[in-house]
């Protein structure tokens, strides 16, 4: 395939995606909250795989919400359904989305490799909000001016010290549902 058509195909994708996330979008105000108080933010993640990957971890584990920071739109096909099921709120800046957690009593925590408490050596609150930062260069704000901000790790034994943000997402919020399992029949669902 010549440059020409490559970009052409890549552009026609792009659009596809945008036509999609908006139908879903949509449907998205009708999403309910899970079972589990826990929020993920996703602070500027690629419009690409992982966000919807990680809607799909949020439903599976019955995350209240998903926050998406300087976003506009995201491939909704990854989430396989999951986009219209789980509730997102959409945020310009980070500053915007930290007032609004602690305002409603959550306690915002940051992955960093290396720093911080291990995930499963830490009692989580019942209203914890985990905000995972862009696939390359991590979160959009300096930690040290949000005070309530906590800092997590996920323990590491390999050389590489770097996870895929939605593996890493998914490992975070299984922690947290170990640690705040609801009893739920699985009819009811």
């Given at each position: ?22 139908r ?20 500027g993640?690629?419009?690409t795989?992982?966000?919807?990957k ?20 995201f ?15 959409f ?16 306690t ?12 499963m ?29 906590k ?8 050389r ?15 922690e ?14």
């Open positions: 395939m010549g440059n020409h058509k490559l970009r052409k195909w890549i552009r026609a994708e792009k659009e596809e995606a945008k036509r999609n996330f908006r879903q979008k949509n449907k998205n105000k009708l999403a309910s909250p899970g079972i589990h108080k826990c929020i993920v933010v996703l602070d993640l690629k419009p795989f992982n966000i919807g990680i809607f799909r971890s949020a439903e599976t584990f019955g995350c209240h919400e998903v926050h998406l920071i300087g976003t506009d739109f491939d909704p096909a990854p989430a396989m359904g999951a986009f219209k099921w789980v509730p997102a709120q945020h310009q800046r980070f500053v915007t989305c930290y007032a609004q957690l602690l305002e409603r009593g959550y915002p925590f940051v992955l960093a490799p290396g720093q911080g408490d291990a995930v050596d830490t009692d989580l609150p019942k209203k914890s909000a985990f905000v995972f930062g862009h696939e390359e260069f991590g979160i959009s704000f300096e930690p040290d001016l949000f005070p309530a901000v800092q997590l790790n996920i323990p590491q034994y390999g590489s010290q770097s996870l895929n943000v939605s593996v890493a997402a998914s490992i975070i919020l299984y947290y549902v170990r640690q705040h399992a609801k009893a739920v029949d699985r009819r009811d669902l």
